[in-house]
């Protein structure tokens, strides 16, 4: 088991920033101007990444989703145009590396390109809560679970990503893109379709167990064949 951190950073004024590329800058100018335009009304603009397992994952225009290590210190690989603000253990997972990497495959064979990348609809903060809800809540997010309030990240801040959500209609971006995290975490743990899938790596240990359970069972059964047939050499003796 592991701890997935989230680490929020302000996004800079364009005068701060330091050199990125024309679309970067662009996105950033356009965060900056809202956050200017409705921090005082309580939304602010945020890059957000996600710890686990040692390493660093983040989501950006362009360069999509980039895994980096060490990622012990969280002022450590922040992006040019932003400054630490805080970090925050959002749960633990039982994934080992390699889940976790057929996940971030997941997410990039479906709509997590740099291409695809939207300030209001599917920015780093949409990511860094999807990506934590898949590998933090794994066999949870079944379709078949009828505690559907077991689906949502609660520990994941709502404010972080509130002037995306609120910009949407400013942008004129589609209402309803991006906003369907369960159903991506879902889509990026590969249990799509699926109904009492074992996801994390505790099931292994359950399937371990119940294999010890078998083979426990099965030498009960052996000793009583035995003892059986040390009966019958008995009765032959005698």
């Known amino acids: 088991m592991d701890n997935v951190t989230l680490h929020i950073y302000d996004l800079l004024p364009e005068s701060q920033q330091s050199q990125t590329t024309t679309q970067e800058q662009s996105t950033t100018t356009t965060s900056s101007f809202f956050s200017r335009l409705l921090s005082p009304l309580g939304f602010g603009a945020y890059h957000t990444s996600i710890d686990a397992r040692g390493f660093r994952y983040q989501f950006g225009a362009v360069t999509g989703i980039v895994r980096t290590s060490g990622s012990i210190e969280a002022d450590r690989n922040i992006p040019p145009n932003a400054a630490y603000k805080e970090s925050t253990i959002l749960g633990q997972t039982w994934l080992e590396l390699k889940d976790i990497n057929a996940v971030i495959t997941r997410m990039r064979d479906a709509n997590w390109k740099g291409s695809n990348y939207h300030l209001a609809n599917r920015n780093c903060n949409h990511f860094s809560e999807t990506f934590a809800t898949a590998i933090i809540l794994g066999d949870n997010l079944l379709e078949d679970n009828p505690n559907k309030s077991s689906q949502t990240l609660n520990t994941f801040p709502p404010w972080v990503n509130r002037l995306a959500r609120t910009g949407t209609s400013f942008l004129g971006a589609q209402s309803d893109a991006c906003i369907y995290i369960v159903a991506e975490a879902r889509d990026a743990a590969g249990l799509k379709g699926k ?17 010890t359970d078998k083979n426990r069972s099965q030498k009960k059964e052996l000793t009583a064949k035995q003892k059986a047939m040390l009966e019958k050499l008995k009765k032959s003796k005698t």
């Not at 099931?203 to 294999?211: E, P, Q, V």
């Open 195 to 211: 109904v009492g899938w074992n996801l994390s790596s505790s099931s292994s240990s359950k399937n371990k167990s119940a294999s």
